[in-house]
């Protein structure tokens, strides 16, 4: 097979790149797409070309539905998924050949910092196959397992994978959740084993474990060196074979699935939108199926990887839209738009992401409130998978409790509003989300449902009331060589977990599932297996719902005094231990009075832990150099009684700067 991947001009004179092992070339066009390739070098070609000679160069009608390809590309952490989307780039003419494409869909500078991917970023590919024009559309997704539901919205716009494994690790924690979504959503997968060329790369053992654990045939796996360009041609080749085409009517009524946004403060909302039946072009008038508000399309086009905007866009393919939406909320991940007078059945869209992890957040300074609610808005809608509500503190003042899917992606939306809106907030400690099952028919009707949920521990509701608590549980999968299996099946068996399965994947390595309680992984669970393991076990997790557990609510206590910012929902066995800790960090953290402050951590009226910070020593007797005893008895009494006086009716408030060491060290453990 000969695949075309564009021609282009030079100082006048066409140019020709061939790419070993193939017969490829650039293609005559679209012009554009080479142009910011070229542009890196020579801003001629760019000037040649104006943006209207653009859009007519640009004819999506030119692809019929099945010279279409949608797909993603979806690995475990650190397999080079997006190493590979910058080789498929380069071999389509979309970017130039240079050394300095790294990650080029990276655009976030999170993930340049991190170095992993955090959201899913697309790109549209045009190529030629034997005479044939194609169009690929390329969804580079993220490989943690926090970012998941950036995968599973991805997923949706597409009719195949590329699943990447790592010729050297093999099969991943990540990669068998991402084969399981990917068989769930009934698309295609082609494996691809990267990484070749490394000095103890396996491939015929990765091959194995691909066969027994997918049941994928060897001979589909297609081996690449992502970073030096080995076999890449084979990759373009199989997504032309082997994704099957969109199925699509385009002469039905338009029906768009919008499962990306992103915001932009001249254009308004910028859409993401997987087009399922009919056409949509710049002038018409589209209908939100959610807020049933009508909007005139201002612009529609591809990304490639940059804005490229067309006349038109056809079912089956994948592309922007703008339609002046100025309103955050107006844009809904999961939303069918359609014509104006036109009304369709609406797409069943995506289920709705669980959050996992809760926290406040409060701004620094409450001055700042405004902007810091106008910053987590836009940044929300770049992330649909964030819950907000709004919450208060009377240390803190006015603020949101958030629902992430995990600390990574906690803690990449705190970086994202630093760096992104210069936003400085403070994080309170991460909580998951507990039930509490009521037990009498008058407070049944008070919250209107039997079970209720609890994402803040001060509203945690007393034992008197409830029948039982309960505590969310997943099924996590750790994948380990078998020399650590001893090691990791103990610290499993530290943080509550139970056994469900044990299988060998292959001679050297183990696959382990256990269910666990949420909040004995959230923290600091990953950071000791990769520990225990020297780095080689991978963890990932899913939903499992909910277990009767034996939960309490701790308070700490100033003096007696309950600090609501501090009171946390732990396990019964556990209370101890996290109570002595919060009190030792806090003692560590307050500043010292003239009276003495007595740190407590209670359960109801039980204190389980206790530490004292002392108070600061006057010596009133300094000037006394004999004379009367009782002068100086007198004297001690009176510093007696003023001390007691103090601590009675001295409040004690907690520095926000006590605030944030305390709530950060307890976030980092």
Not at 144 to 173: K, M, P, T, W
Not at 535 to 561: C, H, P, R
Not at 595 to 624: D, H, M, P
Request: with cysteine; net charge positive; proline share 4%.
């Amino acid at each position: 097979m000969r695949i075309l991947v564009g021609r282009g001009w030079w100082r006048g004179r066409a140019i020709t790149a061939w790419v070993s092992g193939a017969a490829c070339r650039m293609l005559p066009w679209p012009l554009p797409a080479l142009s910011r390739g070229a542009a890196a070098h020579s801003g001629a070609l760019e000037r040649r070309y104006s943006s209207a000679e653009r859009k007519e160069k640009v004819d999506m009608s030119r692809f019929p539905f099945e010279n279409i390809s949608n797909f993603s590309i979806v690995a475990h952490v650190d397999h080079s998924k997006s190493t590979l989307a910058d080789r498929l780039l380069e071999l389509t003419g979309t970017i130039g050949k240079t050394n300095n494409n790294k990650q080029v869909l990276d655009k976030l500078q999170v993930e340049r910092e991190r170095g992993i991917t955090v959201k899913a970023q697309t790109a549209s590919l045009f190529c030629n196959c034997e005479g044939s024009q194609y169009f690929l559309h390329l969804i580079d997704t993220p490989g943690h397992v926090d970012f998941s539901y950036e995968v599973s919205r991805s997923l949706s716009a597409c009719q195949g994978v590329l699943l990447v494994v790592d010729a050297n690790e093999g099969i991943q924690a990540q990669t068998v959740a991402n084969f399981f979504l990917t068989f769930e959503a009934q698309l295609s997968a082609i494996p691809v084993i990267n990484k070749i060329d490394l000095k103890n790369a396996d491939p015929k053992r990765v091959e194995k474990q691909i066969e027994k654990v997918f049941d994928i045939p060897s001979d589909e796996c297609i081996k690449i060196s992502a970073k030096l360009g080995t076999n890449i041609e084979s990759v373009l080749q199989a997504i032309i074979e082997r994704i099957p085409p969109p199925k699509v009517h385009r002469k039905n009524p338009l029906r768009a699935l919008v499962f990306d946004s992103t915001f932009d403060q001249y254009r308004g909302v910028i859409t993401n939108v997987a087009l399922f039946d009919g056409v949509v072009s710049k002038g018409d008038r589209v209908v939100s199926a959610h807020t049933q508000k009508t909007y005139e399309v201002n612009e529609v086009g591809v990304l490639n990887p940059n804005e490229l905007p067309t006349h038109k866009l056809y079912a089956g393919q994948v592309g922007y839209l703008i339609a002046g939406m100025k309103d955050v909320t107006e844009a809904q991940v999961g939303d069918t738009l359609y014509l104006h007078k036109q009304p369709v059945e609406p797409l069943p869209g995506f289920k709705s992401a669980k959050p996992m992890v809760f926290a406040g957040m409060y701004p620094v300074d409450q001055s700042e409130y405004n902007s810091l609610k106008s910053a987590i808005e836009k940044l929300t809608l770049n992330d649909s998978s964030v819950t907000v509500h709004r919450d208060s503190s009377l240390a803190l003042g006015a603020g949101w409790r958030l629902g992430f899917l995990g600390l990574l992606h906690m803690e990449v939306f705190n970086q994202r509003l630093e760096q992104e809106y210069n936003a400085s907030v403070i994080l309170t400690t991460p909580t998951v989300p507990y039930k509490a099952v009521l037990s009498s028919a008058k407070l049944i009707k008070e919250y209107r449902e039997k079970e209720i949920t609890i994402i803040n521990p001060a509203q945690f509701p007393d034992k008197s009331k409830v029948t039982e608590y309960l505590e969310p549980v997943v099924l996590g999968t750790v994948i380990t060589p078998d020399e650590y299996t001893g090691k990791i099946m103990m610290l499993c068996q530290a943080r509550r977990a139970i056994q469900k399965n044990m299988v060998f994947i292959d001679q050297n390595r183990v696959m382990l599932k256990y269910l666990f309680p949420l909040n004995e992984i959230v923290v600091d669970f990953y950071d000791s297996l990769k520990s225990l393991s020297s780095g080689y076990a991978s963890f990932d997790y899913e939903d499992a719902g909910y277990q009767t557990a034996e939960l309490v609510k701790m308070d700490i206590l100033l003096n007696g005094n309950i600090v609501e910012e501090l009171v946390t929902i732990v396990h019964k066995d556990k209370a101890h231990s996290v109570g002595k800790a919060i009190c030792e960090r806090l003692k560590d953290s307050l500043p010292r009075q003239l009276f003495e402050i007595a740190i407590q951590a209670a359960i109801g009226s039980k204190i389980i832990a206790r530490e004292t910070v002392k108070a600061y020593r006057k010596n009133v007797l300094a000037k006394c150099y004999g004379g009367d005893i009782t002068r100086k008895m007198k004297l001690l009494k009176r510093q007696a009684e003023g001390k007691k006086k103090m601590r009675k009716i001295g409040n004690v408030e907690v520095p926000k700067d006590a605030f944030i060491k305390v709530l950060k060290t307890q976030s980092d453990k």
